[in-house]
Each structure stands twice: as structure tokens, then as C-alpha cells.
């Protein structure tokens, strides 16, 4: 039985890590409630195995029990929220991963950062390899969270190197599933609640664009295995098949609604292709996503009916 801190633990990946954990572990789980609320870990507030600790990673509580491993989410993660005070995502990702490379220290503690493919920024390389440096700007409306990612993982390499932290880097593609939020701008989101609201499914930029997408238990899965295996240097973690997102709108509307899709003008900076290469993951982790779209969207699709 292991000691776990999970920051950001009660947003979307941070409660289905700890459905996953608690049985097996302690949990401590910290967040400020930026952009989540406490509804998501209701079910474990009485769990005997979890303590919740209402604060920012920004300035940190003192934590007194000894600390296994740290997941460090804490962050805004969908860009209308990010943006929302640029200069809280970048504290958060500098100051706020500072002081978890800091208690990971105290505490010979192993500390997990989640990262982004927005480390990769509009990418010119395709699909994204863990050693491609990005293409990134650095005063754009995404800057904040694309730059406080960088950054966040240059303190854990440097943490690493100097002071011997054991820091495992993983770079996040896009993830969904449920536990998300309905309101928070993601595309796989925005795309089913539309459907089942009977709304147009709004596409930004053109027809082109494609993401890939992980649902989250292939995700989580990754994540357990993180704990479990050292590693020294980026991984990606997503599932590489790509696919437009006028075929993925177009695939929930078939079975699920007669929605229209509408098209509307790119905003800045935003990447107009995504795929991770999972080859290091594969090597390393051993790990492979195994749910596709059809089944994780259904699933997705049918959490947000119950939640509306
Ligand atoms: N979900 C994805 O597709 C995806 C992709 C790439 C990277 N990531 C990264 O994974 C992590 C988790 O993502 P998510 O989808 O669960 O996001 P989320 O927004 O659902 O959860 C983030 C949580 O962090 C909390 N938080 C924000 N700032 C904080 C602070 N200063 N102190 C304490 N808590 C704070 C929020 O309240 C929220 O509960 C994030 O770091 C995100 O950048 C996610």
C-alpha cells in the first residue's frame, strides 16, 4: 500500500485516478476548485482511505504524512478555461510544480507531472515523436498554458538532474470519457452535449482538422503503470488514431442525433493536426490503448445523458 498525493484530484482525470487507486492505497488528494468541484469525489469523502486538502498548489499547506508517489494535474486544461487568468496558469505550472518538485524532494517522494501535447504547440512534424521541440508561441492567447507546460518540465528535468528527484514526465494527448465536464469547451464535450441538447456542432477552422482522441481507462491504465517503471526522459501518452473532426461529428450524429455541423473561423494558434507517436510508450510502459472511438464515445455519450 502505497501513500499517493494527487493534485488537481478533482478534475476529470484526477477522480478517475483515484477510483482506480483507493482501494489499494492512501490517497491524498489536493485541489483549489478552480475548475472542478467537490460533487466529482463525493462518493470517497467518507472512504477511509482518503483525505481531501482544499488548497492551491500555488501555496502549498504543509503535508505532514510521508509521500510514495505525487501525480501532479493541477492545471486548467480546456483553453477557455486557461485563459481565463493567464497569469494563474502560469503560476500554477511554475510555482505550483516548484513547490510539488519541492515536497517530492522532502519526502523521497516520486513525482509524476502531466504535461501536454500542447508541449508540441501547431506542429510541423507528424505524428509528434517525444523528441520533436514543438512549434510554439510564445505570446499567443494558448501561450500560458502551452509555455507553463514547457517550463514546468524544465524544473523536473533540472529537478531531476540536480537535486536527484525522481521525476517521470508524460506528455497528455487529448483524453475524454466520463467524469468530464459538460460546460468546459473540450471537443468531445462540446460535440455530444450539443447533440443531445439539439444544437449545431461547431467546428473551428477547417474541415482538415483532426485530433486524437484516449479514452480515459486506457489513460488511467498508463498512468498506474508510470508509477511503476522509472523512466528519464518525456513520454506520450495518447491513442494514435487520428481522425478529423468532421468524421468524428459526423459519427455521433449518425447514431445518436440529425444535428447540423457549422464551421466557424479558426482561433489562434490552434493546431491543426494531432497525433502522438506511442512508440516509447509501447517500448517502455509496455502500454497500448485498446478502446476506439465507437466504444469510448458510446460510453462518454451515455455518461452525459445521466449527468444532464
Ligand atoms: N484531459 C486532457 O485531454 C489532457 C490533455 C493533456 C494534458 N492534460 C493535463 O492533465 C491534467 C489533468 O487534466 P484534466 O483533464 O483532469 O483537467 P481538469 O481541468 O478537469 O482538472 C484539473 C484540476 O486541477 C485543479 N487546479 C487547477 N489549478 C490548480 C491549482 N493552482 N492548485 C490546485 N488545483 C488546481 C482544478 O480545479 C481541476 O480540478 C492537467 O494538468 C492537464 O493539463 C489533460
Keep these: 500500500m502505497k501513500t ?19 482501494d489499494d492505497n492512501i490517497i491524498i488528494g489536493i485541489d483549489n476548485l478552480y475548475s472542478s468541484s467537490l460533487k466529482s469525489i463525493e462518493s470517497y469523502r467518507e ?20 509521500i510514495d508517489v505525487i501525480y501532479n494535474l493541477a492545471c486548467p486544461a480546456s483553453p477557455p478555461v486557461y485563459q ?17 518538485l519541492e515536497l517530492a524532494k522532502n519526502k523521497s517522494a516520486v513525482l509524476i507531472q502531466a504535461s501536454t501535447s500542447e508541449v508540441y504547440g501547431d506542429p510541423i512534424v507528424h505524428p509528434q515523436k517525444e523528441d520533436y521541440f514543438g512549434n510554439v508561441n510564445p505570446i499567443g492567447v494558448r ?33 475524454y ?5 459538460y460546460n468546459d469547451g473540450r471537443v468531445v464535450s462540446n460535440f455530444i452535449v450539443n447533440t443531445i441538447m439539439g444544437k449545431s456542432l461547431i467546428i473551428y477552422g477547417n474541415r482538415n482538422k483532426t485530433r486524437s482522441f484516449c479514452y480515459i481507462d486506457d489513460m488511467i491504465n498508463a498512468l498506474v503503470k508510470v508509477m511503476e517503471i522509472d523512466f528519464d526522459s518525456p513520454i506520450n501518452l495518447g491513442n494514435d488514431t487520428e481522425i478529423s473532426l468532421i468524421n468524428l461529428a459526423k459519427l455521433i450524429i449518425d447514431k445518436y442525433g440529425e444535428n447540423k455541423i457549422e464551421f466557424i473561423d479558426s482561433v489562434p494558434d490552434d493546431p491543426k493536426i494531432r497525433k502522438p507517436d506511442i512508440s516509447r510508450a509501447k517500448e517502455i510502459l509496455n502500454w497500448n490503448p ?18 444532464l
Excluded at 498525493?5 to 483507493?22: P, R, S, V, W
Excluded at 496558469?89 to 510539488?100: H, P
Excluded at 470519457?177 to 465536464?181: A, E, L
Aim: aromatic residues 12%; charged residues 20%.
Design 84 to 100: 481565463k487568468d493567464p497569469i494563474f496558469t502560469l503560476d500554477t505550472n511554475y510555482i505550483g510544480t516548484k513547490n510539488m
Design 290 to 307: 485498446t478502446i476506439q472511438i465507437p466504444e469510448g464515445i458510446e460510453k462518454t455519450f451515455n455518461y452525459f445523458k445521466e449527468v
Design 47 to 66: 472512504h477511509k482511505n482518503f483525505r481531501f486538502i482544499n488548497a492551491s498548489i500555488i501555496h502549498l499547506p504543509l503535508i505532514e504524512p510521508n
Design 143 to 175: 501561450s500560458c498554458y502551452d509555455e507553463g507546460k514547457r517550463v514546468a518540465e524544465t524544473l523536473c528535468y533540472e529537478y531531476r538532474k540536480i537535486y536527484n528527484v525522481n521525476t517521470r514526465i508524460i506528455r497528455i494527448f487529448n483524453t
Design 177 to 181: 470519457g466520463p467524469g468530464m465536464i
Design 4 to 22: 499517493i498525493l494527487i493534485a488537481g484530484c478533482t478534475g476529470f482525470i484526477g477522480q478517475n485516478l483515484i477510483k482506480k487507486l483507493i
